[in-house]
């Protein structure tokens, strides 16, 4: 049993072992990234990374700091554009996609814009950026951020990104691609999925050491609580070592 | 046709399309002309103030810093930014008082390295007014039905969320499969700025790495300014036509500027400078602090060349083409806050 890895690099361990070999995933920089590169370096060496500026498939050598970064397709099979990425998106070309965000819902909707008022923000966030296009196509997305009860709220001071909006069949009735949606939250204190019949948050697995009374007191609304709960693995020395090849200054895992 | 939904956001360089045809005809010749010019004088003729501007690249990559530099040393105010992703572009430009609108897709980041202190200030106080929201995908496609000639695009983004609420697209129900479906309306910025690996003197421009949305912003643009590594002989051009990216008829002035794009990231020639960027962080946490970067690399200086003289010249310049080359390890004030 090895108990000094980080909460990063527990959170990497998980997001990794979502992505399936032989799919595809959009990623942007950060956590995701390196979720993705520790996929393809154990369980899915043919996970496909696309990046939203234009980069496919590539051979990242270190880390990116920007989704257009020249990281992002170096050695890639294109150095394309956001039309080409964004539009096989909208074709159903792209399983995964990561998400972070300021504020999660029940339905997991996002918010990413603006904490207050729109008009007249307390504090202005950058926007939708890629995600609510991530949010809108792709056939699974996996959310990753920190959970408290300021962030996990009954109501969003803004729905940046789609969800399950108000429930069953939701997106569909708005016009979103059918199928497609919320599949994971990944916090620094569980991992959830969604109930198939409400499309509510339901809790899946705790990390170690963590109880279900602290998921609760760490979230504003009510999650769905089953009787079995998992605990998430945590990572073993040699993903941890796999984790510092990828990120050897500490960029994101930290040191 | 029934509309089932308009969003509230400002429709900001919408033109009808014939409207836009007739502009076109008029005021974009098709003649092969020599372009080359300066700075200083393709930013006073084509950046009128109050223009609604975008920058091509991707917020920090291959953004036109030269361009942007001379549209603060000349004191352009009231401008409207399109913030397609936008990240260090629209940071100095609104922090310099030059911009006071934008409509954003992604702004007031600097991705891995945080919040923009100075833009953000600007618009919690209400000094930079976000008159509409959109997503990346959506502001691409805004362009792409501009460079159609079209008055807007059908997609699928936005649906459901204040996003679409508060952007100018409008939402109906698509007669071919009886679902709803976002209408993206067509925008024609005023100017655009963008920087390219080469071009020749006519304008026939090349990129080198991803186009990010550069194809569609350029055809959008009414006017382009095109600053670029370095201008080549028309024959290197005919040589290899399909690198084309840009063709000269839709470009109206030709600077060459080495560099144009410090302290961003050109793909294959020159990585981040991390320690600017970090200074520029740094400084602009105050009004006070943002002001002396200006004083210090903008007004002070008399073109880009001198500037980039005083971000440490040559010696500087190698490295940074050492780090983009993965010659050399990356430096940067807020990794080594992280170690």
Same mark, same amino acid.
């Given at each position: 049993?090895?108990?000094?890895?980080?909460?990063?690099?527990?959170?990497?361990?998980?997001?990794?072992? !979502? #992505?399936?070999?032989?799919?595809?995933?959009?990623?942007?920089?950060? #956590?995701?990234?390196?979720?993705?590169? !520790?996929?393809?370096?154990?369980?899915?060496?043919? #996970?496909?990374?696309?990046?939203?500026?234009?980069?496919?498939?590539?051979?990242?050598?270190?880390?990116?700091?920007?989704?257009?970064?020249?990281?992002?397709?170096?050695?890639?099979?294109?150095?394309?554009?956001?039309?080409?990425?964004?539009?096989?998106?909208?074709?159903?070309?792209?399983?995964?996609?990561?998400?972070?965000?300021?504020?999660?819902?029940?339905?997991?909707? !996002?918010?990413?814009?603006?904490?207050?008022?729109?008009?007249?923000?307390?504090?202005?966030?950058?926007?939708?950026?890629?995600?609510?296009?991530?949010?809108?196509?792709?056939?699974?997305?996996?959310?990753?951020?920190?959970?408290?009860?300021?962030?996990?709220?009954?109501?969003?001071?803004?729905?940046?990104?789609?969800?399950?909006?108000?429930?069953?069949?939701?997106?569909?009735?708005?016009?979103?691609?059918?199928?497609?949606?919320?599949?994971?939250?990944?916090?620094?204190?569980?991992?959830?999925?969604?109930?198939?019949?409400?499309?509510?948050?339901? #809790?899946?697995?705790?990390?170690?050491?963590?109880?279900?009374?602290?998921?609760?007191?760490?979230?504003?609304?009510?999650?769905?609580?089953?009787?079995?709960?998992?605990?998430?693995?945590?990572?073993?020395?040699?993903?941890?070592?796999?984790?510092?090849?990828?990120?050897?200054?500490?960029?994101?895992?930290?040191? | 046709?029934?509309?089932?939904?308009?969003?509230?956001?400002? %429709?900001?360089?919408?033109?009808?399309?014939?409207?836009?045809?007739?502009?076109?005809?008029?005021?974009?010749?098709?003649? %092969?002309?020599?372009?080359?010019?300066?700075?200083?004088?393709?930013?006073?003729?084509?950046?009128?103030?109050?223009?609604?501007?975008?920058?091509?690249?991707?917020?920090?990559?291959?953004?036109?810093?030269?361009?942007?530099?001379?549209?603060?040393?000349? =004191?352009?105010?009231?401008?409207?930014?399109?913030?397609?992703?936008?990240?260090?572009?629209?940071?100095?430009?609104?922090?310099?008082?030059?911009?006071?609108?934008?409509?954003?897709?992604?702004? &007031?980041? =600097?991705?891995? *390295?945080?919040?923009?202190?100075?833009?953000?200030?600007?618009?919690?106080?209400?000094?930079?007014?976000?008159?509409?929201?959109?997503?990346?995908?959506?502001?691409?496609?805004?362009?792409?039905?501009?460079?159609?000639? %079209?008055?807007?695009?059908?997609?699928?983004?936005?649906?459901?969320?204040?996003?679409?609420?508060?952007?100018?697209?409008?939402?109906?129900?698509?007669?071919?499969?009886?679902?709803?479906?976002?209408?993206?309306?067509?925008?024609?910025?005023?100017?655009?700025?963008?920087?390219?690996? *080469?071009?020749?003197?006519?304008?026939?421009?090349?990129?080198?790495?991803?186009?990010?949305?550069? &194809?569609?912003?350029?055809?959008?643009?009414?006017?382009?300014?095109?600053?670029?590594?370095?201008?080549?002989?028309?024959?290197?051009?005919?040589?290899?036509?399909?690198?084309?990216?840009?063709?000269?008829?839709?470009?109206?002035?030709?600077?060459?500027?080495?560099?144009?794009?410090?302290?961003?990231?050109?793909?294959? *020639?020159?990585?981040?400078?991390?320690?600017?960027?970090?200074?520029?962080?740094?400084?602009?946490?105050?009004?006070?602090?943002?002001?002396?970067? &200006?004083?210090?690399?903008?007004?002070?200086?008399?073109?880009?060349?001198?500037?980039?003289?005083?971000?440490?010249?040559?010696?500087?310049?190698?490295?940074?083409?050492?780090?983009? =080359?993965?010659?050399?390890?990356? *430096?940067?004030?807020?990794?080594?806050?992280?170690?």
């Amino acid at each position: 049993m090895n108990e000094d890895y980080t909460p990063t690099e527990l959170l990497a361990y998980v997001a990794a072992g !979502l #992505l399936e070999d032989g799919k595809s995933v959009f990623v942007g920089t950060g #956590l995701p990234m390196i979720a993705a590169m !520790l996929a393809q370096r154990t369980h899915a060496p043919n #996970l496909l990374i696309i990046f939203e500026a234009g980069g496919i498939g590539p051979q990242v050598p270190v880390l990116p700091i920007s989704v257009g970064d020249s990281r992002t397709f170096y050695r890639a099979v294109a150095a394309s554009s956001m039309h080409e990425v964004m539009s096989a998106g909208q074709a159903g070309y792209v399983d995964y996609g990561f998400l972070g965000a300021a504020q999660i819902d029940p339905y997991g909707n !996002l918010n990413t814009t603006v904490i207050g008022e729109w008009d007249h923000p307390l504090v202005r966030l950058p926007g939708s950026g890629g995600a609510n296009d991530i949010g809108s196509f792709c056939w699974r997305t996996i959310i990753v951020m920190r959970q408290d009860k300021r962030r996990f709220v009954e109501h969003l001071d803004f729905l940046t990104t789609p969800g399950y909006l108000d429930g069953p069949g939701a997106r569909e009735r708005a016009g979103l691609p059918t199928g497609s949606g919320p599949y994971r939250v990944i916090t620094q204190l569980g991992l959830y999925d969604f109930d198939e019949d409400s499309k509510r948050m339901r #809790l899946l697995a705790t990390h170690p050491g963590v109880t279900v009374d602290d998921i609760c007191a760490n979230s504003a609304f009510e999650l769905i609580i089953p009787d079995q709960v998992g605990t998430t693995e945590p990572p073993s020395p040699q993903v941890r070592r796999i984790l510092r090849e990828i990120d050897p200054t500490g960029m994101v895992i930290g040191k | 046709m029934d509309i089932l939904q308009t969003g509230q956001g400002e %429709l900001i360089g919408w033109h009808d399309p014939d409207e836009h045809r007739a502009w076109v005809a008029a005021h974009k010749s098709r003649a %092969l002309e020599d372009k080359r010019t300066t700075l200083r004088e393709a930013i006073a003729r084509y950046v009128p103030d109050g223009a609604i501007i975008a920058c091509g690249g991707f917020g920090h990559i291959r953004v036109s810093m030269a361009a942007i530099y001379e549209i603060i040393r000349q =004191h352009k105010r009231d401008l409207t930014f399109c913030g397609k992703t936008a990240v260090h572009d629209s940071d100095v430009l609104i922090a310099a008082g030059a911009v006071c609108r934008i409509e954003v897709a992604y702004a &007031f980041g =600097h991705e891995l *390295r945080g919040l923009s202190p100075a833009s953000r200030r600007a618009v919690e106080s209400g000094r930079c007014q976000v008159v509409a929201e959109i997503s990346n995908a959506g502001y691409q496609w805004r362009f792409l039905a501009a460079a159609m000639g %079209l008055p807007f695009i059908p997609t699928r983004v936005m649906l459901g969320t204040d996003t679409l609420a508060h952007s100018s697209a409008k939402v109906i129900e698509d007669p071919f499969s009886g679902k709803p479906i976002a209408l993206l309306p067509a925008c024609y910025p005023d100017v655009v700025l963008m920087h390219v690996h *080469r071009c020749d003197k006519y304008g026939n421009c090349q990129v080198d790495g991803i186009a990010v949305e550069d &194809f569609e912003l350029a055809r959008a643009a009414r006017r382009l300014i095109i600053t670029t590594e370095e201008i080549v002989d028309e024959e290197m051009i005919r040589s290899q036509p399909w690198r084309t990216l840009i063709p000269y008829y839709l470009v109206d002035a030709v600077i060459e500027a080495p560099y144009g794009a410090h302290p961003t990231l050109m793909p294959d *020639r020159y990585y981040f400078d991390e320690d600017h960027i970090g200074e520029w962080l740094r400084l602009s946490k105050t009004d006070e602090g943002a002001a002396e970067y &200006f004083e210090r690399y903008v007004y002070s200086v008399e073109d880009f060349a001198e500037y980039l003289e005083l971000i440490g010249g040559e010696e500087r310049l190698e490295y940074l083409r050492q780090v983009e =080359h993965l010659e050399a390890p990356l *430096r940067a004030p807020w990794l080594e806050e992280k170690k």
